[in-house]
């Protein structure tokens, strides 16, 4: 092999792993725009998504699957570390709500179905 195939092949092996750098970044940047939309949106829950409930004593995680009835939505409480856990499973169609709350926490946190969204929200006893 003459000089100038090892220069040509060298060029062309530098350009090649810039390419793939630049696709990498192109990549990362992409993966970063649709994290950041998502924590734009923090009170939206995905499917499948746990989200974590603190009603002061009680606590635990809900999510939902979405199936052909409606969205069913999972949630598992329990008081403290040894208590026994509750699991709770609700249907919601669009427009419909399940509120969780205890004595301690009566304005407790409310799940609601707006179309093919689930959102999470605190809630004020007042708003019933």
Do not use: W
């Not at 090649?16 to 939206?44: Q, W, Y």
């Not at 329990?78 to 301690?104: E, W, Y």
């Amino acid at each position: 092999m003459n000089i100038a195939r090892l220069g040509s092949l060298y060029e062309f092996c530098r350009n090649r792993k810039e390419i793939v750098m630049s696709i990498r970044n192109i990549f990362f940047a992409t993966a970063f725009a649709f994290v950041s939309l998502g924590a734009a949106h923090a009170d939206g829950l995905r499917p499948m998504e746990a989200k974590s409930i603190d009603l002061g004593e009680v606590s635990g995680v809900a999510y939902y699957t979405v199936e052909r009835d409606g969205f069913h939505l999972v949630t598992t409480l329990a008081q403290g570390k040894a208590g026994t856990p509750i699991r709770v499973v609700s249907v919601l169609a669009p427009g419909q709500r399940v509120v969780l709350s205890t004595p301690d926490q009566a304005d407790g946190l409310e799940i609601s179905r707006k179309g093919d969204s689930v959102l999470v929200h605190k809630r004020n006893a007042a708003s019933n």
